[in-house]
């Protein structure tokens, strides 16, 4: 595709405010500095208390490109206040944008040229350098927090990518670009979903549908401060360690109980990405292979002789290996098997 038709690709930011005046200046100067400037900045804000509002107008005044600023008559949450952001754009491509981080000057000319080149893709997403409240890099990458390293990336490219975020997201939707053409798969966003929010639930239906990509070059700063409404921190799946003594002695209800929750919430995730994505698209399966694996084990009888063929059933597909913690030992796996076959 060359330079003219990455020209005619409309882009739309979609811009969510809260109570952001601290942090706001910062990135919006950072949108004045594209390479590339967006068509349209379409800004929700939720109901600030603070001057975010004013201090919106008031960097909009001049703005190179067209700026529309709607406030929410009733707070809505981010995930609804991102939903209405989306859904307003009338770009080509629509960057997702958060109020308090820092895009550096190529942010958005390299996204447009990589969708641009990859017209199968619907959704892709950058890394970022992690910073401090004063946009202070910290020498750590994004993915390093969320653990998207070399393995889990390569599992993503050999078409894992829905099996990696039921890990545990690793996409954040201020990093992202979608294509609008893409939005009724995506909208609306559910009110909750277990153990995601937003970004999480965009993720996954387009790694459901095998349409998700990234590009592996940080391209902003994310920055980490207390007044967040939402953020990540280091990845602890782990939990407590569970003695052997203790494995085989507690009642069998607190063993089940972890497992069960897993199950319900991954029903819930499954039914509610079944509404929007067909039974045979490329994702399906591994959610799907995944919630029979919990449903066995949250689910298995009392009687340890008839746990003995399921059990053994999932040791022999690798079940137990590919939904063990990445940084859980090399013999967790058998544990986990010997746990159910015996607690």
């Not at 307003?88 to 000319?109: A, R, Y």
């Not at 999480?200 to 007044?227: N, S, T």
Request: glycine content about 4%; hydrophobic content about 40%; some cysteine.
């Amino acid at each position: 595709m060359n330079q003219t038709d990455q020209e005619k690709s409309k882009v739309s930011i979609a811009l969510c405010t809260y109570n952001g005046e601290n942090y706001l200046q910062a990135q919006w100067q950072s949108l004045l500095e594209q390479q590339r400037l967006p068509d349209e900045v379409v800004i929700c804000d939720d109901g600030s208390s603070d001057q975010t509002v004013d201090l919106l107008h008031r960097l909009s005044a001049n703005a190179p490109f067209e700026v529309r600023i709607i406030t929410n008559r009733s707070q809505l949450g981010f995930n609804k206040n991102f939903e209405k952001a989306l859904s307003l754009c009338t770009g080509d491509l629509i960057f997702i944008c958060d109020q308090d981080d820092f895009w550096l000057p190529e942010k958005v000319q390299t996204m447009v040229t990589f969708m641009n080149q990859r017209p199968a893709i619907q959704l892709a997403f950058n890394n970022a350098w992690v910073a401090d409240e004063n946009l202070n890099p910290m020498d750590l990458l994004f993915w390093d927090q969320v653990r998207f390293d070399t393995t889990t990336q390569r599992r993503w490219k050999a078409g894992e990518a829905l099996d990696v975020l039921l890990d545990g997201n690793r996409m954040m939707g201020c990093a992202s670009v979608i294509r609008r053409q893409f939005l009724p798969r995506l909208l609306p966003i559910p009110v909750h979903i277990p153990g995601y929010i937003y970004d999480g639930w965009l993720a996954m239906v387009a790694a459901a549908y095998g349409v998700i990509d990234f590009v592996d070059k940080p391209m902003q700063l994310y920055r980490i401060h207390v007044r967040q409404q939402v953020g990540v921190s280091q990845e602890n799946t782990g939990g407590k360690p569970v003695s052997l003594w203790h494995r085989f002695s507690r009642d069998r209800t607190i063993k089940l109980e972890p497992l069960q929750e897993k199950h319900l919430a991954l029903q819930f995730i499954f039914q509610s990405l079944a509404e929007r994505v067909p039974a045979n698209a490329p994702g399906m399966p591994q959610i799907q292979r995944r919630l029979a694996h919990y449903q066995m084990r949250s689910s298995l009888p009392a009687n340890r002789l008839k746990r003995i063929s399921p059990v053994m059933q999932n040791v022999w597909q690798g079940n137990y290996h590919r939904y063990t913690d990445a940084s859980a030992n090399w013999y967790a796996p058998y544990l986990a098997a010997l746990g159910d076959l015996l607690e």
